[in-house]
Every structure is written in C-alpha cells, then in structure tokens.
C-alpha cells in the first residue's frame, strides 16, 4: 500500500466506527429486491477484505488481486481469480449457484473433493462502481466469514469504504480483521496473468 494510501486510511478508518460499541448487535447482510447477473458480469478489483480468520499480520501479506465474473451457457456466474505473488500469477475459479433469494449464491467447488460448503450474498452494489460481498464457509473445525469490498476501478472512494466498514462491524468484526491490498510497485496485472 503506498504511503498516502496508507495515511489516509489509517486517518479515516476510525470515523465510521465512531459511536460504535462492543455490543452493538450484529446484523446480517442486507436483503438485496433483485439482481441482475448479467449487470454483473466483468472484471472487479478486490479493494478491501475483512474475515474471522484474518489477523493484523495478513496486511503486507495481501497482493492485489482481480475478479472477473462471466455469465456461462448455464445461466451461473464462474468467478475467476488472478493474484500476482512474487513473479507468479496465481488464480483460483469456480461457479455460483443461484438460491431463491436474490443475489445469495451457494458455491460450487466440482473437481475439489472435500471442498467446505460456502456461500456467498452480494449485499449492496450499484453493478456500475462497487459490490459488498458476504461469504459464510463451515469447514471441519470452525465457521469463516469473509467480506469483500469489490470496485471496478483501483480507488475506494469514502462512501463505499463507509458501507464496507459498516458491513464488517455489522458481522461483529474488528479492524485487525481488516485488511486492504498492498499497492507498492503495483501498476496493473501482467499480460500473462
């Protein structure tokens, strides 16, 4: 993360939870009316992550990384991955399943046996800017929760980084669970990625 970045989220990240206490009850993700996949569709920018497993350490560890989903002859959103770690391209992919509620997706993990049942709820989005995602995942020895601050271009403006802070308090998270990419000597991602 370069430097001003730095400051400034480290000079706005208390605003928003200003007011707020321990015993604030913690709501679950609003309940979107409809959801438009196809509006959906495109390539994203995973700007900020929060989760039950992410610890103040995980900070310099987090490098930039895309997500791109596309509409497939199914009618399911894939969701494809790509993180640059070193000189590597890393990716991951796999396919949400529509549920009865709009925008909540269960996961599908084909081809991972053991893969841990997840699922994941778009809370907010206005498809043009930004995307609140919510992602519940049981595996053997606990329960993850994860949030994810999506945008479409490489700037949290102070409204969504607002509502992805609110979302996060809301699933009773704290700021060590909190973390944003690290930006230093990033541009954009490889060809090759």
Known sequence: MGPWLALWVLLYLPRPLQGQSPHTPAARGSILQSFEDSKFQGEWFVLGLAGN?????????????????TLNKNHRLEVAYAMIRGQRCVTWSYTLISKSQPGMFSVDHSGEPGADLEEIQVTDTDYASFALLLSRRQSDLQS???VSLLCRIWAIQTQLLDKFICLVRAQGLSDDNIV?????????LPEKC
């Not at 944003?180 to 954009?188: E, K, N, Q, R």
């Open 53 to 69: 497993t992410h610890t103040v350490a995980d900070r310099s560890l987090l490098s930039p990384f895309t997500a791109t989903f």
């Open 144 to 146: 993850i929760l994860r």
């Open 180 to 188: 944003f990419p690290d930006l230093t000597d990033w541009s954009v």
